[in-house]
Nanobody
Framework: QVRLVESGGGLVQAGDSLRLSCVASGISLGGYYMAWFRQAPGKEREFVAAISPSGVYIDYAGSVKDRFTISKNNGKNTVTLQMNALKPEDTAAYYC??????????????????WGQGIQVTVSS
């Protein structure tokens, strides 16, 4: 079975940093696009960042661009989201997602094949 397991969330103050990690099993991430999404209570799941199988091509939501960094380590079968200068509006459950080797629209949740269980990030003011 395919599993994506997130770690690294928690409670921080505005301006702090967190690093989220997603470890995959059942698939080799070198063959998959990867993404992070987030969902706050009462809101739709929203795109955060995506990265190509090789890690060369990256896309960010405008709300996190210049603050968040997505990266892959295919040898360790992990994808990471480094989050800096966190804001209260970043508070959400963060989800790791895996796609195929072809993604038409990374912001469309239906383009992603596998999802992690989600991990909470809470940013206090």
């Amino acid at each position: 079975q395919v599993r994506l397991v997130e770690s690294g969330g928690g409670l921080v103050q505005a301006g702090d940093s967190l690093r989220l990690s997603c470890v995959a099993s059942g698939i080799s991430l070198g063959g998959y696009y990867m993404a992070w999404f987030r969902q706050a209570p009462g809101k739709e799941r929203e795109f955060v960042a995506a990265i190509s199988p090789s890690g060369v091509y990256i896309d960010y939501a405008g709300s996190v661009k210049d603050r968040f960094t997505i990266s892959k380590n295919n040898g360790k079968n992990t994808v990471t989201l480094q989050m800096n200068a966190l804001k209260p509006e970043d508070t959400a459950a963060y989800y790791c997602a895996a796609g195929s080797n072809r993604i038409i629209n990374p912001r469309d949740t239906s383009d992603w094949l596998h999802w992690g269980q989600g991990i909470q990030v809470t940013v206090s003011s």
